[in-house]
């Protein structure tokens, strides 16, 4: 999820939360504020012995225009969401096409080029590109050197 639908859920939770908090002292229950130590408790039936005192709560009902125009945000934001998603499911099956097409057309260049090599000559394979050129009769055979191996131990 993307970070602003997480804030927007967050502040609906927020919102319904406060809502059914705010709905039994609507109804006339007494809430109590209770100082136990350094630890500030509201409860609607207090204990014995215990420091506390009503508290009047000021429940704030919400503009229904305002609640209309914030509705309406959220859709809008939604649908723009919903979109975005949508291209970006499009740009990715896109890019996948077109590395499939790449990696086709890779593979058809290799076969076009295995079935324009010369066949095999004297045991070497169509596709081999080594070093030695072709002899002809005229150049003759080719010298044959051999190297010392390395860490041989005979003098020279």
Request: net charge positive; hydrophobic share 30%; charged share 30%.
């Amino acid at each position: 999820m993307k970070k602003s639908t997480i804030k927007i859920l967050g502040k609906a939770g927020l919102l319904m939360g406060i809502a059914i908090i705010a709905c039994p002292v609507a109804g006339g229950e007494t809430v109590y504020k209770c100082i136990n130590g350094n630890k500030i408790n509201f409860t609607s039936s207090p204990g014995e012995g215990q420091n506390c005192r009503s508290v009047e709560l000021k429940v704030v009902q919400p503009n229904p225009e305002e609640v209309a125009r914030e509705l309406e945000k959220k859709r809008l934001r939604d649908e723009e969401y919903q979109k975005a998603e949508a291209r970006t499911r499009v740009d990715k099956k896109q890019r996948e096409t077109e590395a499939a097409l790449r990696r086709a057309k890779s593979a058809e260049e290799a076969l076009r080029l295995l079935k324009d090599s010369p066949p095999m000559v004297n045991g070497r394979s169509r596709t081999w590109t080594g070093v030695f050129p072709r002899q002809t009769p005229e150049q003759g055979r080719p010298e044959i050197v051999t190297m010392p191996r390395q860490g041989s131990t005979k003098n020279q």
